[in-house]
């Protein structure tokens, strides 16, 4: 369905579907999982982001079981029904190829035709997608819209790790550069919901670093991400969106390959990494990395990382660095086995793209682990400063590290 390029004329898009400003919340059951997904696109990835919209519908055409999915649309494009910007759609499949009620439609029907079935569940006034309270709110809101008491959460916008400057995003852009939500705040969000999620895919660049695994390991149970960027065509949900609604380890390692086979077989933009997470062994590796930094503080003191393989070399330099050949380049090249081990639990599933274009983006299979790690480095210091505020400055024992440099 991202191939719904015919027919989007204007950014207007105006909907036949009912509004419904304070909707009816839905009974609870304990039997399968709803997908939230939170847009914010009121950036350069509106058009792509629509375009996401259409596969995940596409993709929801698939299931041979009943299924809903609720989206939070923040855009450039106006499409609610007095041109709101703000709004979550609710599309539901019975299992038996309808959708809202209505057969799938054609997958080269335009895209228009998608959105125009959509039901308008909520609109909002103008408001700022990336505010902590906003992102509550309207998470709860689709909470309320679901059958299911269980559920699992993609995000999809710009991203930065945990990073805090302008020009880097932790979390979304908003409109400006610099309106978005840094990750201690969206964590503090999502405990706000009162809900744990299945899982959350992050379709957004540089999510896959310790610094942000570990600051979600207690909101959901798995998370599936990347280490760097990810291309503007985003994840390819028309090929796994059932394997999502499955729920189980197995089918999170088809979407995590899925998303990487797209890439392989696309002769345009052709780079991908990414990586499965179990959330609930992050504190054990979060130890095993504090061991191996303390146990190293003096090496790191004048530590250089040129050799290391680093992720996000076009646009974002000293972001993260490969965690494993980190870890084993401190131990002169040979793994400790604890950390090695902890690892492999922790990191469920990793795939990524070697031979990718552009060649800033060839990663190097033997020294990828899936997850990246931030080394703090002279140049960067205004990341150094806010890096300092973080729960990970401490929990991972760079605070004990006294560098050669000014940090």
């Given amino acids: 369905m991202k191939k719904f390029l015919v027919g989007i004329c204007s950014l207007l898009i105006l909907f036949s579907s009912c509004r419904n400003e304070d909707p009816e919340p839905q009974p609870d059951s304990s039997e399968g999982i709803t997908i939230l997904a939170y847009l914010v696109a009121n950036n350069n990835l509106d058009m ?30 106006k499409l609610g029904s007095n041109g709101a910007q703000h709004l979550i759609l609710k599309y539901q499949t019975d299992g038996k190829g309808n959708i809202n009620g209505l057969p799938k439609i054609s997958i080269d029907a335009p895209l228009n035709d998608v959105l125009d079935i959509a039901e308008i569940v909520k609109e909002y006034d103008t408001q700022s997608s990336v505010d902590k309270d906003v992102m509550a709110q309207v998470i709860k809101d689709m909470i309320a819209q679901a059958p299911t008491d269980k559920f699992g959460l993609i995000f999809g916008s710009h991203g930065s790790s945990w990073l805090n400057t302008i020009y880097t995003r932790a979390f979304g852009q908003d409109g400006s550069g610099d309106d ?8 503090e969000a999502l405990n706000s919901v009162g809900k744990k999620f299945e899982f959350i895919l992050f379709d957004v660049c540089y999510m896959c670093t310790a610094e942000v695994a570990y600051y979600f390991r207690n909101i959901c149970n798995y998370q599936l991400s990347s280490v760097m960027e990810v291309p503007a065509y985003g994840f390819p949900y028309e090929d796994f969106m059932p394997y999502l609604y499955e729920g189980d380890v197995e089918n999170y390692k088809k979407v995590c ?31 095993e990395i504090k061991k191996e930094i303390v146990e190293h503080k003096d090496v790191l003191a004048n530590y250089t990382t040129s050799h290391l393989q680093e992720y996000g070399k076009t646009s974002g330099a000293h972001i993260a660095y490969d ?11 040979s793994m400790p086995t604890a950390f090695n081990t902890q690892l492999d639990k922790t990191i469920l599933f990793k795939e990524c793209l070697e031979d990718a274009y552009p060649q800033n983006y060839v990663v190097d299979a033997d020294n990828f682990c899936g997850m990246g790690i931030y080394i703090p480095v002279a140049k960067r210091s205004k990341w150094n400063e806010y890096f300092k505020t973080l729960d990970w400055y401490t929990v991972s024992g760079w605070n004990e590290v006294t560098f050669s440099w000014n940090f």
């Avoid at 299931?63 to 989206?71: G, H, Y």
């Avoid at 797209?262 to 590796?285: C, G, H, Q």
């Avoid at 965690?323 to 090249?333: A, P, S």
Wanted: glycine share 8%; charged share 20%.
């Fill in 48 to 77: 792509d982001l629509l375009i996401n919209i259409g596969a995940m519908y596409d993709g929801l055409g698939n299931m041979d079981q009943q299924a809903t999915l609720l989206i939070y649309w923040d855009g450039r494009s």
């Fill in 180 to 187: 978005t939500i840094l990750i201690p705040d969206m964590v």
């Fill in 257 to 287: 390959q899925s998303y990487v086979d797209f890439y392989r077989n696309n002769n345009t933009m052709s780079w991908a990494t990414v990586a499965l997470i179990d959330s609930k062994e992050v504190d054990n590796l979060v130890s």
């Fill in 323 to 333: 965690l494993e050949q980190f870890i084993g380049d401190l131990n002169g090249g």
